[in-house]
Each structure stands twice: as structure tokens, then as C-alpha cells.
T-cell receptor
Framework: NAGVTQTPKFQVLKTGQSMTLQCAQD?????MYWYRQDPGMGLRLIYY???????DKGEVPNGYNVSRLNKREFSLRLESAAPSQTSVYFC?????????????FGAGSRLTVL | DQQVKQNSPSLSVQEGRISILNCDYTNSMFDYFLWYKKYPAEGPTFLISISSIKDKNEDGRFTVFLNKSAKHLSLHIVPSQPGDSAVYFC????????????FGQGTELSVKP
């Protein structure tokens, strides 16, 4: 069982470059999420998709875009990377948008913007 | 505005003793609370949850207590083991919010042999 798979695991960008983080889940989950983790800040929600075909902003959406490509895949795009976007990014999925909705997380993608 | 707060960045406990991790929240509309555990270079993994209609939930060595009037929850680990050393995140979820979780800053637990 792969669960939630994120690619790439590591990436170094220069300021102004663009890139897309890919996320796929094989648990037939309805909802998917992108978080970033920074020291002392915990996990902050960037964007989420409560179901296929919908996306919504989270706490820190500026500088990011997302695409819910299908039920399995949810990508995060940085159009013009900035040093403030240096972080560890986690994708997560949940079985539904209601109830306890325990989220399963990927292993993370470490992004450095120079 | 931090809706979920973990005010202790770190905690050190002796093996075999109790570990108590605390979490405070401000939004009375939260209906589920969860604890996640995170090892370095891995994603967070689910540990235990509690519904807002309960005040206690137990799973083996892990017990979560919820005090709604104080907007406070705690995770008790008894007995603590060196393998419990990790960062623990408290998270909360409100109804009709797309299932999204709001996380605290995390507490790094170190269990010493």
C-alpha cells in the first residue's frame, strides 16, 4: 500500500523559477490537502480539495495554485518561487470532508528557494 | 490568529514515566480533535482522536482528555518509551470546513532511557 505519494522529495530552485509538486493517493479518498511546515509554525494549510472538482484556499494560499486533476491526484504549483517559500511541503488525503476525517500524509517534499 | 496552540516547544521525560502534552484552542466550533506524531524526515502519522461530545478516549498507552469549558486537551502517554521520542502535533477540525485540520505548532518529546 503506497498511501500518499509525493514527488519530488527534494528540490532546489532559484528565485523566480516555477515548479509543480505532485501528489497521488491510492486509498480512494475524497478530500486532499497541501500543508507546509516551518520551524515553530506547525503545519499550515495552503489549499485543499474537499472533493473532486473543488478547490479552496487555506491559511497561506498566496504564491500558490493547485489543480485537482482527478480523484487520485492533487498538484501544487509555485509560479514564481520566492525564498519565503522555502519549506517542507506535505500532501494529505482524507476519506471524506465530514466526521473525524483522519488525514493520511505523504513523506514530504523539501523545497529550497535561493 | 493561532486557533490551536501548543505552548511547550519541547518536553523531556524519563523512560517508564508519564508524558503529558498539552494543547489549547480558541474556536468553540471545533468538533474533532486529533493527535499526530512525526518522526524526522517522515510525514505525520495519526495517533488518536476525540470527538467534542466526549471527554476521554483511550488507545493502549495513549489517552486524550478534552476539557471543553477550558478549551484544552491533553495527550497522556503511559508508560513512555524511547521510541515515543518525536514531535507531537495537536489538530482540530470544525464541521462544514471541508475536513481541513488546523494544527498547533508541535511539541518535541524526548524520552530518555
Amino acid at each position: 500500500n503506497a498511501g500518499v505519494t509525493q514527488t519530488p522529495k527534494f528540490q532546489v530552485l532559484k528565485t523566480g523559477q516555477s515548479m509543480t509538486l505532485q501528489c497521488a493517493q491510492d486509498m480512494n479518498h475524497n478530500s486532499m490537502y497541501w500543508y507546509r511546515q516551518d520551524p515553530g509554525m506547525g503545519l499550515r494549510l495552503i489549499y485543499y480539495s474537499a472533493s473532486e472538482g473543488t478547490t479552496d484556499k487555506g491559511e497561506v494560499p498566496n504564491g500558490y495554485n493547485v489543480s485537482r486533476l482527478n480523484k487520485r491526484e492533487f498538484s501544487l504549483r509555485l509560479e514564481s518561487a520566492a525564498p519565503s517559500q522555502t519549506s517542507v511541503y506535505f500532501c494529505a488525503s482524507g476519506p471524506r470532508a465530514g466526521g473525524a476525517n483522519v488525514l493520511t500524509f505523504g513523506a514530504g517534499s523539501r523545497l529550497t528557494v535561493l | 490568529d493561532q486557533q490551536v496552540k501548543q505552548n511547550s516547544p519541547s518536553l523531556s521525560v524519563q523512560e517508564g514515566r508519564i508524558s503529558i502534552l498539552n494543547c489549547d484552542y480558541t474556536n468553540s466550533m471545533f468538533d474533532y480533535f486529533l493527535w499526530y506524531k512525526k518522526y524526522p524526515a517522515e510525514g505525520p502519522t495519526f495517533l488518536i482522536s476525540i470527538s467534542s461530545i466526549k471527554d476521554k478516549n483511550e488507545d493502549g498507552r495513549f489517552t486524550v482528555f478534552l476539557n471543553k469549558s477550558a478549551k484544552h486537551l491533553s495527550l497522556h502517554i503511559v508508560p513512555s518509551q524511547p521510541g515515543d521520542s518525536a514531535v507531537y502535533f495537536c489538530a482540530a477540525r470544525g464541521d462544514n470546513q471541508g475536513g481541513k485540520l488546523i494544527f498547533g505548532q508541535g511539541t518535541e518529546l524526548s524520552v530518555k532511557p
